[in-house]
T-cell receptor, first 111, second 113 residues
Framework: DAKTTQPNSMESNEEEPVHLPCNHS???????IHWYRQLPSQGPEYVIH???SNVNNRMASLAIAEDRKSSTLILHRATLRDAAVYYC????????????FGTGTSLTVIP | NAGVMQNPRHLVRRRGQEARLRCSPV?????VYWYRQLPEEGLKFMVY????????ESGMPKERFSAEFPKEGPSILRIQQVVRGDSAAYFC???????????FGSGTRLTVV
């Protein structure tokens, strides 16, 4: 699986937007970009995924660069419950369904 | 997380004992995955199973660890002769067929004393 690079940690003020970056310069044409998050003492939780076009759901938005070498997860209004480790993962389903997690970005939300 | 049930939530074993971790996937999901998370580390893939078949066990330690997903009943991750280094959180996830995301369970926290 292609490698992703994320900042180790980020901070955000409560009720402000958060942009979590992810670089994936070696992404292949069939790699989907997935985001999961893990709250303290819990299992990871699906956030969003996309291939080429920007995606929106009730939790977040995913902005994908035109060359697909980077993407940004956008939380529109951070709440204290959004404090978690966010993982950006590439997966090519043609080679199996496994996800390989990196170290992710630890998001701190400041009240 | 709703849907994937893991038990027990916490498990304490003495060195040399066996640990059995159970995972009931979301109803209708036929794919199960096990991950291990050591303290202060990320999740490491261990094994991917479909009903009665091991699809990929490339992340499983070569000895003492085994996994199954029988036709009936939960998936079981079994660790024989546990050692202190096995202390970790073990997460199970399930997915339906095809390119879908996972639903994770809340994990089993194994402590070896």
């Amino acid at each position: 699986d292609a490698k992703t690079t994320q900042p180790n940690s980020m901070e955000s003020n409560e009720e402000e937007p958060v942009h979590l970056p992810c670089n994936h310069s070696t992404i292949s044409g069939t790699d989907y970009i997935h985001w999961y998050r893990q709250l303290p003492s819990q299992g990871p939780e699906y956030v969003i995924h996309g291939l080429t076009s920007n995606v929106n759901n009730r939790m977040a938005s995913l902005a994908i660069a035109e060359d697909r070498k980077s993407s940004t997860l956008i939380l529109h209004r951070a709440t204290l419950r959004d404090a978690a480790v966010y993982y950006c993962i590439l997966r090519d389903s043609a080679f199996g369904n496994q996800f390989y997690f990196g170290t992710g970005t630890s998001l701190t939300v400041i009240p | 997380n709703a849907g994937v049930m893991q038990n027990p939530r916490h498990l304490v074993r003495r060195r040399g004992q066996e640990a059995r971790l159970r995972c009931s996937p979301v109803k209708g999901h036929s794919h199960v995955y096990w991950y291990r998370q050591l303290p202060e580390e990320g999740l490491k893939f261990m094994v991917y199973l479909q009903k009665e078949n091991i699809i990929d066990e490339s992340g499983m330690p070569k000895e003492r660890f085994s996994a199954e997903f029988p036709k009936e009943g939960p998936s079981i991750l079994r660790i024989q002769q546990v050692v202190r280094g096995d202390s970790a959180a073990y997460f199970c996830a399930s997915s339906p067929q095809g390119d879908y995301g996972y639903t994770f369970g809340s994990g089993t926290r194994l402590t070896v004393v």
